[in-house]
């Protein structure tokens, strides 16, 4: 619902296309990689976005992936947490790609 109300601010359309991103790696997470490009432009953004989201959402997902992690059927669900934990630190200029 949040990714949609991005959407009526024209800065805030960047901001709910990688809300799909992450929405994307939520939903289906095994089976994708996250491959990050060249840009000057994701840097920047990804800055700003490290200092007033994305910090916080990163570390969540870290320890949401230790704690999966302490069970031997909870290791793969914590990997993908930890790989949730990537992408929610730098979602700018990163793709969501199938494996």
Known sequence: MGRLLWCFIIVG???SLQC??????TMWP???EIVYG???FSLLVNVIWIVSFGLEI?????????LLCITIIGIPFGKQFFKLA???LM???A???VC
């Open 91 to 93: 979602p700018f200029g």
């Open 20 to 25: 799909f991103n992450l929405v994307s790696l």
């Open 58 to 66: 990163a570390v969540s997902n870290l320890i949401i992936g230790h």
């Open 38 to 40: 060249d840009d000057m």
């Open 86 to 88: 990537q992408l929610s």
């Open 95 to 97: 793709q969501v790609a």
């Open 13 to 15: 359309i960047l901001l």
């Open 30 to 32: 095994f089976g994708k």
